[in-house]
């Protein structure tokens, strides 16, 4: 296992951490087996968050006899004061621990969102509480915008931050990375198989970017094996190129999914746009194929809606200027 110095932060952490979103479809036995598996290999960074369900409190149940063995960051998207203080609180209980090494504001997309989290009544002040009372050690922030965490890092002097970064979604590695690191910020990656859909082998992209801890989730200690199989050997100069190379490809689509946009149709625009180009030229295997068909709704109402044939409505809406009919059509 590699282990990273995890910015200016004293943490040591494993490269590979452990993103347990999949957790409540366990039962706590099967918990309590991965979760301690995965500390014996030396994964030492444990991810989870109040709204991942029981998660919390399966990883508490599971491994908080060795609690000097991993670090734990958890999430809390709520948005004022109370309601942050209220969620701190309840993880520390669930997660029987009397601290947070990482304790992540949640899920902020937007200017008004990061300007309600650091108001007066914001999240952020339950959180500077909670670290000036010693129950947090070091403070993070999450979002699917690399760029804008790249311009809030500026404003608060935030220890780390979290982000989707996968070979669909390389956005990162230019908006955000190069800013982090430069200010000794910790940077960690997640849904790096894009929530399983993506060949595992595509992984190995993450390997020679320069992020701290990469996410996979988990499902079974088979899978985590696997997973940790193929990030395991460094790729050479030619593998990188050509990882590299296919990023750029299947990123092009150009969506990072901060979830500005909406279709009146039910269309999940996301879902469709993120595989588009990795499904067509990278792998259009059957099973990735179908999964992504099944989640991305129904793209042929797309072609038929009169509101949008001079303006679609979700373009209306997207700051990164998506064309989104336009790849839609080429879908349905
Ligand atoms: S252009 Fe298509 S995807 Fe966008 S809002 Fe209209 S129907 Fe929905
Ligand atoms: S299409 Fe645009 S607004 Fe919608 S999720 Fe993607 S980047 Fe965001």
Redesign the pocket.
Known sequence: MRYKSFGKTNLQVSHIGFGSMHLPKLTQSECDKILNYALDLGINYIDTAQNYSDSEEKIGRAIHHRRNQYVIGTKTNKRTYKQAKFEIQDSLKKLRTEFIDILHIHYVNSDKEFEQVMGMDGAMKAVEEAKEAGYIRNVAISSHRPDKLAEWVKEYPFDSVLFHLNICQSFAVKDLLPHAKKLGIGTIGMKVLAGGFLNPLHSRYLLTQDVDIILPGFMSITELDENVQYLEQLPDKVEQKQLEQLADIASSHNCRRCNQ?????G?K?TD?LIPSTYLTEIDNSTKRTKMWKEKRGP?E??RV?T??IET????KMCPYHVS??ER?LNLS
């Open positions: 946009c909406e279709c009146p149709q269309i625009i469709a793209v109402l797309c809606c509101i949008c679609p409505e979700c373009e989104i009919r839609i």
